[in-house]
């Protein structure tokens, strides 16, 4: 199936024979649906936390940041924003001149309110000579929309979201890189005053991230008196999956060379697991709100931090019990029940292990990466959802599933997924340390049969495209999980350019004691 050429080529990516093969077959085969238990939901699944038990939680993750442990902000921040401007591509397209649909009536009625309007107005008139309002007075809509997307632009339907002017300060903007910078100051800083920050970009824009957050920190560090560590880092050629033709054989280039396509956001475990911090947030590069917003935000990621602190500190005792000739059967049913009710895993047949039996499965069980998720109420924004499925080893735990992970053909899994109460809005912190103080080698705990499947095209040619395990899906299907309730108002992503023209980002702002750009 392969010619020398091919082999060389594998050997550059890092990719050996044997997981092309294997890829191949994935996609010839598929992935099986996981089997699940039921949705996750509070009381089964999901901690609902009453405002006492969140402030105490936040107390304990105050002391934990001042005990002089590593605390990281890990952000994927590659993709293109090119899906936001889907429909002003679309209008530029069309044949004709003036807006038609709903949203490109919405798009140009709100056109003042975007951080971007000021940046955008100065290129309209660099270009064409003309202002915005002056353009659109003549019906010439479309050269505003290619001063925003095109290169000759400010060139934003080629940029990533993380660059792009979100919100409107007075005298300033702020990118989504900003906004997170200053997130980390307010929850994710440690006794040394410093907040580590890490993003994954694309190589393309790596200089252009590095750039701005130099320029940026400047303002930040002296708002917040801290100091910024920010480091970047792309996704991992080797972490590419090759593509198929309709046949199952490996789809070629125009030159020969066989096609191989970024393996998806669950590529970044391996970024993720070279990162040193003994707690990590996790969260996209879209869901970011303006300053006088931040307080839900803050509030609710120090809860979740609280929470993984608590259950790690209990998880850590118990490890070092059944390391110990200390641990009686009592004792070993209370470690059973917090691993049953706490981390909601459940085995079958637990109660007719002997003693050795349990103790050694219950030390495999918690010895691994943890990881504390909010969920928020379900109300109909695309996302995965937070579930209770089976595993390989038979046992049930928590699990974050998107719809192709779920077999939406059969009436009981679709009514399942269809009457969630909650989904997943990317809200994640993690526990990637062990009892020992050593690192998780997290890639051994991701589901290899938790990826899909999709069509796509190449020079008009269709193919098929192979995705790995999801980051927070089957990439962290073996971690420990517990699911939180959080409210709506911590999730604000920016899906749409249109999106930010709601509440919570597209109404002008001022940081407090905040003059210059921050």
Same mark, same amino acid.
């Given at each position: 199936?392969?010619?020398?050429?091919?082999?060389?080529? *594998?050997?550059?990516?890092?990719? =050996?024979?044997?997981?092309?093969?294997?890829?191949?077959?994935?996609?010839?085969? /598929?992935?099986? &649906?996981?089997?699940?238990?039921?949705?996750? =939901? $509070?009381?089964n699944g999901i901690m609902a936390v009453d405002e006492n038990q969140r402030d105490g939680y936040i107390k304990t993750w105050d002391a934990y940041c001042s005990s002089g442990h590593r605390i990281l902000k890990f952000v994927p921040a590659s993709g293109a924003a090119s899906r936001m401007f889907k429909d002003l591509f679309t209008f530029l397209d069309a044949p004709y001149e003036t807006p038609e649909t709903p949203f490109e009536k919405t798009f140009f009625e709100g056109l003042e309110k975007f951080?971007?309007?000021?940046?955008?107005?100065?290129?309209c008139k660099e270009n064409d000579?003309?202002?915005?309002?002056?353009?659109?007075?003549?019906?010439? &809509?479309?050269?505003? +929309?290619? #001063?925003?997307?095109?290169?000759?632009?400010?060139?934003? /339907?080629?940029?990533?979201?993380?660059?792009?002017?979100?919100?409107?300060?007075?005298?300033?903007?702020?990118?989504?890189?900003?906004?997170?910078?200053?997130?980390?100051?307010?929850?994710?800083?440690?006794?040394?005053? $410093?907040?580590?920050?890490?993003?994954? $970009?694309s190589p393309e824009h790596r200089d252009l991230f590095r750039a701005l957050a130099e320029k940026s920190s400047k303002g930040l560090s002296k708002r917040f008196g801290i100091v910024y560590d920010i480091t970047f880092s792309e996704q991992k050629k080797s972490t590419d999956t090759v593509a198929s033709d309709m046949d199952g054989k490996p789809f070629r280039n125009e030159d020969g060379s066989i096609l191989f396509r970024p393996g998806g956001h669950g590529a970044l475990i391996e970024n993720l697991n070279e990162l040193d911090a003994d707690v990590v947030f996790v969260k996209n590069i879209d #869901? +970011? +709100?303006?300053? #006088?917003?931040? =307080?839900?935000?803050?509030? &609710?990621?120090?809860?979740?931090a609280g929470i993984l602190v608590s259950v790690q500190n209990r998880i850590f005792d118990y490890l070092r019990l059944l390391d110990s000739d200390k641990c009686t059967p009592d004792k070993l049913r209370v470690i059973s029940d917090f691993v049953r009710n706490t981390l909601c895993c459940r085995k079958p047949g637990l109660d007719e292990m002997s003693a050795d039996e349990l103790a050694t499965w219950l030390h495999s069980r918690l010895n691994r990466p943890l990881r504390v998720c909010g969920m928020v109420r379900n109300v109909g924004e695309p996302g995965g959802g937070p579930f209770l499925a089976y595993n390989s080893d038979g046992t049930i735990s928590l699990q974050i599933l998107e719809s192709s992970q779920i077999n939406l053909a059969d009436p009981v899994k679709k009514e399942m997924f269809t009457k969630g109460t909650h989904f997943n809005p990317v809200d994640l912190v993690c526990g990637l340390k062990g009892y020992k103080g050593?690192?998780?080698?997290?890639?051994?705990?991701?589901?290899?049969?938790? /990826? *899909? $499947?999709?069509?796509k095209s190449s020079g008009g040619r269709k193919l098929k495209a192979l995705e790995l395990p999801g980051l927070w899906n089957g990439a962290m299907s073996d971690w420990n999980t517990i699911f939180v309730e959080v409210p709506l108002t911590t999730f604000n992503p920016v899906k749409t350019v249109n999106d930010l023209l709601r509440p919570q980002h597209g109404l002008k702002h001022r940081p407090s004691g905040c003059t210059n750009r921050a």
């Open positions: 199936m392969f010619e020398n050429k091919d082999l060389v080529q *594998f050997n550059v990516k890092g990719i =050996s024979v044997a997981q092309v093969e294997a890829q191949l077959e994935l996609l010839s085969k /598929g992935f099986p &649906y996981l089997e699940l238990e039921a949705a996750a =939901s $509070v009381g951080a971007f309007y000021d940046e955008l107005d100065a290129s000579g003309k202002s915005i309002s002056e353009l659109i007075a003549e019906g010439d &809509y479309k050269s505003v +929309v290619k #001063n925003l997307l095109e290169e000759k632009g400010l060139n934003y /339907g080629a940029l990533p979201k993380g660059l792009l002017s979100f919100h409107k300060y007075n005298g300033f903007v702020r990118t989504p890189l900003e906004e997170h910078m200053a997130e980390g100051a307010m929850y994710a800083l440690g006794a040394d005053g $410093v907040a580590h920050l890490h993003f994954t $970009v #869901n +970011v +709100v303006p300053d #006088n917003l931040k =307080s839900d935000t803050v509030t &609710y990621k120090k809860l979740l050593d690192r998780f080698n997290l890639p051994d705990y991701v589901d290899k049969n938790t /990826g *899909f $499947v999709s069509q």
